[in-house]
């Protein structure tokens, strides 16, 4: 009678501990929104990525000039220009619409990299850092190898070698953002796997499947959202480097990089504005990510949640 007693209570708790999780869960996110929203720098700088995400998308409806073609007999006007706003760059093209059309092709070289390296890099770090094999120590050690080129002259020389384009841009960051990511991945998984609810759930009989995915990974993936968030805003930077170089982009093809590159010619000259205005441009979009990062650093943490 006592034994049965024993399994119907040992029943009830896991019961009451799985229908709590997701509850918990839930309600820890809802925290860490409401501590986001009210971070008002970060909560800006998520405003100003929106905005600019959107005038990118809806370029054609914010302008109507090509941001290919241009008028010669004008090239070089600058700011306030009647019907151009932010001037003409040598080729009399618009810079509002090279700067509208180019930021499509800005953000994705800097966003879609990040999206998808994030799980397979979530997955090296969680077979690599729980496992602790032979397997998982070898494969981090060859993304160690990786660690001894700086990001910025690996992508370089990857996309020298794939060449100029914006898919090849793509792969070349995709590439080099591997070895950072699967290292935060695993330095995470390594430090929430010696945690007490690990232990608690590795006695309660949990397998290793379940204790990988259901408990390490979204602890693990807070973290790495986090350091994606800052990735992006570093990816804006190198991605207008390697078009700033010439193995970037294709011009006549709008961008950021080229824009700045363009502009830089006739610096000497006294035209800044050319130069001046996408790099600026960059230079926000690039701070914005970075205090977005920090605003879900904070927001994710427990310690700094408020209700």
Not at 70 to 86: M, Q
Request: hydrophobic letters at 50%; glycine letters at 10%.
């Amino acid at each position: 009678m006592n034994a049965a007693v024993d399994i119907d209570v040992r029943t009830t708790a896991a019961s009451a501990q799985e229908t709590s999780a997701p509850k918990a869960s839930t309600s820890q996110w809802k925290l860490g929104l409401r501590t986001f929203c009210r971070d008002r720098v970060a909560l800006v700088s998520a405003l100003f990525l929106i905005l600019v995400t959107l005038a990118a998308i809806f370029a054609p409806l914010l302008t109507s000039y090509s941001p290919t073609s241009g008028d010669p007999v004008n090239r070089l006007a600058g700011v306030g220009t009647e019907g151009h706003i932010l001037g003409l760059d040598g080729q009399g093209r618009d810079i509002l619409s090279r700067l509208l059309y180019g930021g499509r092709n800005s953000l994705l070289v800097a966003v879609v990299p990040v999206l998808v390296v994030f799980p397979l890099s979530l997955m090296i770090g969680l077979f690599a850092g729980y496992k602790r094999s032979r397997a998982g120590e070898l494969l981090m050690r060859v993304l160690d190898v990786l660690f001894a080129f700086p990001l910025v002259l690996l992508a370089i020389a990857l996309s020298a070698v794939l060449g100029a384009g914006l898919g090849n841009v793509m792969l070349s960051i995709g590439v080099t953002l591997i070895p950072y990511m699967a290292r935060v991945a695993y330095t995470a998984t390594v430090q929430e796997s010696g945690k007490e609810y690990i232990e608690a759930a590795r006695a309660y009989g949990a397998n290793p499947g379940h204790l990988m995915f259901r408990e390490l990974a979204p602890n693990v993936i807070a973290q790495l959202i986090v350091y994606a968030t800052t990735l992006c805003g570093l990816m804006i930077v190198v991605a207008a480097g390697l078009s700033f170089l010439g193995v970037g982009v294709v011009p006549p093809t709008p961008d950021w990089g080229i824009m700045t590159s363009d502009g830089s010619s006739v610096l000497l000259e006294g035209i800044y504005h050319i130069a001046t205005i996408p790099g600026l441009v960059i230079l926000f979009v690039a701070l914005a990510f970075n205090l977005v990062g920090d605003g879900i650093r904070d927001a994710l943490d427990p310690r700094k949640q408020t209700r």
